[in-house]
């Protein structure tokens, strides 16, 4: 049984004629740059999250930075995140300057732990050195982070809330969909993502119409109105006309998707929770199952046992973000953010996408429970 963390290619078969017709599309105007997909897909995205604004741009990493340069993030600004994440989460807080400060993860979702942010907000403020400005919070894995508690110790302290939903676009979050959570929100359309282009895309939500025209003009160099009027340093952050039309062909069939995602991490948890911990979802959330995700005791024998058979995994993620050497200059050291560094020695996640047979899952999970029972 030939088994892909992620398979592109059947659910390239299943949209191979929209996709070709979308193409086809593109060739035939020849506005490569900012073509009118760009802008059907920004009007898709806003009413799919029930936002007002939308602005596609090149990476999920630029569509974090972004928001960061119109907050006029820079030196001296204290940005608190999670170190348990992928690299550009805190990446484009120290490209401008700033500094971030990690904090401790929830024991059972590993989204940013709220109680720890505020210990860690109030240790700023006493040291002096640093101003609050602004959170990240990861919907790790596809769960949205406690929005609900990170809110009342943003409004406290006047910090931005900027959603790094990634990983978790499709999710639902006590009725709102993940990309609606913050004041403003970035997501990835790298093709592993939940909803990817076949190539590196990015989108930014935000309800705020000033800061969005702001993000529009970053997109550009800058821009204002008109083509040489530049008003502020900006990148070229562009979202790609043709990856766009990627992404409006597999939006008509994301909402399928995500209900397999939902159908295969179901039949994983039900045959897997007496032999490992299998992924938390709090009440109120459905997650858009970017990984799936088990923490074992034993996650070296059952990876060796699974790669035997030909079954791929991988580990999210193997270095917390602040005992990487790129942050050495923070002065962290093991033993700082415990549980954060406990689940990284403990997980891993297991194939997940929608194309995967219950026959495949099975085999995955008998494989799993006969390297834990030896
Ligand atoms: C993938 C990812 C990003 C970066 O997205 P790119 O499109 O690869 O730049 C940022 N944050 C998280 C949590 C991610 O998983």
């Not at 799919?48 to 604004?53: A, E, L, N, W």
């Not at 972004?66 to 204290?78: I, K, Q, R």
């Not at 900027?162 to 990309?179: I, K, P, V």
Request: proline content about 6%; some cysteine; hydrophobic content about 45%.
């Amino acid at each position: 049984m030939d088994i892909s963390f992620v398979d592109l290619n059947q659910q390239f078969r299943r949209l191979e004629p929209e996709l070709r017709r979308r193409f086809d599309n593109v060739f035939a105007h020849g506005q490569y740059v900012m073509g009118p997909e760009i802008m059907e897909l920004e009007r898709e995205l806003a009413d799919f999250v029930s936002v007002r604004r939308v602005i596609g741009c090149a990476s999920g990493t630029d569509a974090l930075l972004m928001p960061l340069m119109a907050y006029e993030v820079g030196p001296g600004d204290a940005i608190f995140t999670t170190p348990f994440t992928f690299i550009a989460t805190a990446e484009v807080i120290a490209l401008l300057g700033a500094t971030p400060v990690f904090v401790d993860i929830d024991p059972q979702t590993f989204n940013i732990d709220p109680a720890s942010l505020a210990r860690s907000v109030e240790r700023v403020l006493a040291a002096g050195t640093l101003r609050p400005r602004g959170i990240i919070p990861v919907d790790l894995f596809g769960v949205p982070a406690d929005y609900d508690a990170l809110k009342p110790i943003a409004d406290q302290h006047q910090l931005f809330v900027l959603e790094d939903a990634a990983q978790s676009f499709g999710a639902w979050y006590h009725g709102r969909r993940a990309g609606s959570l913050g004041d403003v929100a970035a997501t990835s359309f790298f093709p592993a993502k939940p909803l990817g282009a076949f190539g590196d895309g990015g989108a930014i939500f935000t309800n705020d119409d000033d800061f969005a025209d702001a993000l529009g003009s970053i997109r550009v160099h800058g821009q204002s109105g008109d083509r040489y009027n530049n008003v502020r340093i900006g990148l070229n952050a562009r979202l790609d006309t043709l990856q766009a039309a990627v992404v409006l062909a597999k939006m008509k069939v994301f909402e399928d998707e995500l209900d397999t995602r939902q159908r295969v991490a179901a039949r994983y948890s039900e045959r897997l929770r007496d032999n490992v911990r299998v992924p938390h979802v709090p009440e109120g959330i459905v997650s858009s199952w970017a990984q799936y995700s088990i923490v074992s005791e034993h996650r070296d024998d059952i990876r060796s046992a699974l790669t035997s058979a030909g079954i791929p995994t991988a580990i999210y993620y193997p270095i917390p973000l602040h005992l990487q050497s790129v942050f050495a200059h923070l002065g962290h050291r093991v033993g700082d953010f415990p549980i954060c560094e406990e689940i990284s020695a403990k997980i891993f996640s297991l194939p997940l996408h929608p194309y995967l047979s219950d026959a495949q899952i099975d085999l995955i999970c008998d494989r799993i429970i006969a390297a834990v029972r030896v």
